[in-house]
């Protein structure tokens, strides 16, 4: 059973444009949500992560946002470059708990020049 | 700080034959946590090993094993391999339980 359930599985964004990837988990348990950048070839790197304490976290052009009623939590990409096309995962785990985490199935973002 | 690293980056085996993959974690970082990447399945969780000890193990069978060292080194281990076993195996580092995994770039296996 999948833990944690990512969409879109594709996308496909204009530069400049706005890129959102959506999550959702059913595990209450869950209290880390971190977002992971993969290149071909290349292993998934830590782009920005939220706890459930808040709703929102914003780094440079990548924000999260965090609905804990909903389970759910997204990626927005402002202003999305050529450079930013790879795929993403969400993820999510219980820190206290056993801390391995359970990731979303990816979703491949192209941004188009 | 140079990142975690695995190695080798590829290898290929057939079929019965057994390997051996090894990661040598972010300097400073205690915890160590093995994951399977395939296009079917995704990432999946194999284990954790945090000061020489397993402390969490995900649900794949007992030919997959592995071990810390004193110095944090992992190596992970799959005997009798099959054709499924063909995978992106990547290796996580945190500095204790609690705390952001960086990952490596991994250790392409593919079985022939």
């Known amino acids: 059973q999948q833990q944690v359930k990512q969409s879109p599985q594709s996308l496909i964004v204009q530069k400049g444009g706005i890129s959102i990837i959506n999550c959702a988990y059913e595990n209450t348990a869950f209290d880390y949500f971190p977002w992971y950048q993969q290149f071909p070839g290349k292993g998934p790197a830590l782009l920005i992560a939220?706890?459930?304490?808040?709703s929102e976290k914003k780094e440079g052009r990548f924000t999260i946002s965090f609905n804990k009623s909903a389970k759910q939590f997204s990626l927005h990409i402002m202003d999305s470059q050529p450079g930013d096309s790879a795929t993403y995962f969400c993820a999510a785990t219980d820190q206290t708990g056993a801390n391995n985490l359970f990731f979303g199935t990816g979703t491949r973002l192209t941004v188009i020049p | 700080k140079a990142g975690v690293t695995q190695t080798p980056r590829y290898l290929i085996k057939t079929r019965g034959q057994q390997v051996t993959l090894s990661c040598s974690p972010i300097?400073?970082?205690?915890?160590v946590s093995w994951y399977q990447q395939t296009p079917g399945q995704g990432l999946q969780f194999l284990f954790e090993y945090f000061s020489e000890t397993q402390r969490n193990k995900g649900n794949f069978p007992g030919r997959f094993s592995g071990r810390q060292f004193s110095n944090s080194r992992s190596e992970m281990n799959v005997s009798t391999l099959e054709l499924g076993d063909s995978a992106l195996y990547l290796c996580a580092s945190s500095l204790a339980q609690g705390q952001p995994q960086h990952f490596g770039d991994g250790t392409r296996l593919s079985i022939l």
């Open positions: 939220i706890r459930p304490d808040v």
């Open positions: 300097s400073g970082h205690r915890s």
